[in-house]
């Protein structure tokens, strides 16, 4: 049986992997609003973020467990004012 090719394989990645000014200043604890699609969006805090600032994991309101998000989702995350 013979193996298939995939030939001139685009690399570039389907998202921008670089994240937004608003992901870079978050930190622990930093009340947040995740907006997941127009009209989809949820609240939380902060649990963790990578050292790069590329993905966050966000403990969500109301029980609903965490999350982890990644920049390359395409998820809106900005704090929250106190």
Do not use: Y
Not at 46 to 56: I, K, L, M, N, Q
């Amino acid at each position: 049986m013979a193996k298939r090719r995939i030939i001139n394989v685009n690399t570039a990645p389907l998202r921008r992997i670089e994240p937004d000014h608003h992901w870079r200043s978050l930190r622990q604890g930093d009340r947040v609003s995740i907006t997941l699609a127009p009209g989809f969006e949820s609240a939380g805090v902060v649990d963790a973020v990578t050292v790069d600032s590329t993905a966050v994991w966000v403990e969500l309101d109301g029980g609903r467990g965490r999350t982890l998000v990644h920049v390359s989702d395409g998820v809106a995350i900005v704090p929250k004012d106190a």
